[in-house]
């Protein structure tokens, strides 16, 4: 009976030395802080006990995961590095596209993450987020729509980060910026808001009202107002569905007159 080959975390089917060497590798970037040196390619050959190829497939595979950097040359080495948010909500962006997710499933997936991130940062708001937060609606009240549907965007998103920061849940707020990743890659067509200024208006009228809420310190309203927008959105998307789905062609032949 063959054996089975264990798997390693984001690795499967590895050989059992590569394994090891990848573990052993994550382990010792997780152990020093970021940008420091783990050792030399020769030290890590020495104190692992395995061939140069191994090694350098090992550290190739950590790097994948943005917990290595392999500088080569005088004075490098294999240095400890971290992922960043923004790469890991990209990549599973990219996964969920691939998967052909909905807008639908978008929208859905969105609303009870941003009530309860809105519920958390209204419950947690310290001076430094009020701050934060009024300098978003002060630039907003400037804007004042002018700016177009990009910069309409950007503010969407930094919305999201200022919400998710204040929140002090690091995983729902990881979970927010896949989400605005994966609609920002959504046909223009799809978008419930390219080219309806007066959906924008009203967006961005709530979400002042949230904000303010979560300023205020009043957790059960930043949610209650997070839940209505989410069912605004909703409503809009339903809308626009309704209208492609009227003006899509049929796929019904034409008739024909055959009357002489």
Known sequence: MARRTRTTQGHPELSATLRQTVEALRAESLQVGEGERIGSEDELLARHGVSRPTLRQAGA????????????????????????????????????????????EISHSMAPIRAE??????????????????GFLKREAEDSGQG?????ARSEREFGQLIGAASQNSVLALFLDILYDLAANIPPEHDIFLGRPERVRAYRERRTRLIEAIINGDPNVA???????SELNRQWLAD????AAAQAPSDAPEETNTEG
């Open 240 to 243: 626009s569905e309704a209208v």
């Open 148 to 152: 177009g549907f990009r910069a309409f």
């Open 117 to 134: 991130l809105a519920r958390l940062a209204a419950t947690n708001i310290d001076d430094a987020s009020r701050e934060a937060f009024r």
């Open 223 to 229: 949610e209650l107002l997070a839940q209505r927008t």
């Open 61 to 104: 595979l950590v790097a994948q995961e943005q917990l290595l950097q392999v500088r080569r040359g005088v004075g490098g080495g294999y240095i400890a590095r971290r992922p960043t948010g923004r790469a890991v909500s990209h990549m599973a962006a990219i996964v969920l596209t691939t998967r052909q997710t909905s807008m639908d």
